[in-house]
């Protein structure tokens, strides 16, 4: 059974930095691997995603310049440097899995999830 595993969420002031850790099952058959995040009643939503052969990635607007995604394959491990944070950035950040080839953005279109970790930031 394929298994997802985050790490590093915590608390952080206004501006700091966290990097967020994935575990990925060394044998697998994803694509893409991504991060979403889910804030206390809203709906779950993407921050960043990188295609796991080829490198290339992408990001949520609101992310941009201040998230960074980045892959180990090595390593087997998927990382999300989160710099210039602000409280809006509040939320449980899942990492995922997914076999589409078209640089997927959708929840539905990921089928593999972890569990989360926690990300606060205060003011």
């Known amino acids: ?54 490198g290339g990635l992408y990001y949520a607007d609101s992310v941009t310049g201040r998230f960074f995604i ?16 602000r409280t809006e950035d509040t939320a449980v950040y899942y990492c995922a899995g997914s076999t589409s080839g078209n640089y997927p953005r959708l929840p539905n279109e990921y089928d593999l999830w972890g569990r989360g970790t926690q990300v606060t930031v205060s003011s």
């Open 70 to 85: 980045s892959r180990d394959t090595a390593k087997s491990t998927l990382e999300l440097l989160m710099v210039n944070l």
């Open 1 to 54: 059974q394929l298994v997802l595993e985050e790490s590093g969420g915590g608390l952080v002031q206004i501006g700091g930095s966290l990097t967020l850790s994935c575990s990925v099952p060394r044998y697998h058959n994803k694509w893409f691997f991504g991060w979403f995040r889910q804030a206390p009643g809203k709906e779950r939503e993407f921050v960043a995603a990188i295609s796991w052969v080829g």
